[in-house]
């Protein structure tokens, strides 16, 4: 069974930092693009920041970039997202989900295999 799994959600006063693990089981990363997500209550969800399978290509949302920082460990079948330098605009949910084309738009519409999202929300 395909799963993905979102932990380190919290809250957190602004300027403060999380990072979040999106863990795989039942396939293996290597060989999918992962994306994270946010939705905040009344948006839509937007694309936060994605990773190619290899982890050679990223992508950063504007609002996070120099802020937020995407990897991968393949060996742990992990992807993190450290967040610093949090603002009240990051409160949200946070979802990672997984692609296995070849990299592209970091766009909701493009990834197959979702988590059930964690929490964030930081505090002003």
């Known amino acids: 069974q395909v799963q993905l799994v979102e932990s380190g959600g919290g809250l957190v006063q602004a300027g403060g930092s999380l990072r979040l693990s999106c863990a795989a089981s039942?396939?293996?990363?290597?060989?999918?693009?992962i994306g994270w997500f946010r939705q905040a209550p009344g948006k839509e969800r937007e694309g936060v920041s994605c990773?190619?399978?290899?982890?050679?290509?990223?992508y950063y949302a504007d609002s996070v970039k120099g802020r937020f920082t995407i990897s991968r460990d393949n060996s742990k079948n992990t992807v993190y997202l450290q967040m610093n330098s949090l603002k009240p605009e990051d409160t949200a949910v946070y979802y990672c989900a997984a692609d296995a084309r070849p990299f592209g738009p970091c766009a909701p519409g493009r990834y197959k295999y979702w988590g059930q999202g964690t929490q964030v929300t930081v505090s002003a």
């Open positions: 990773v190619s399978s290899s982890g050679r290509s990223t």
């Open positions: 039942g396939f293996t990363l290597d060989s999918y693009a």
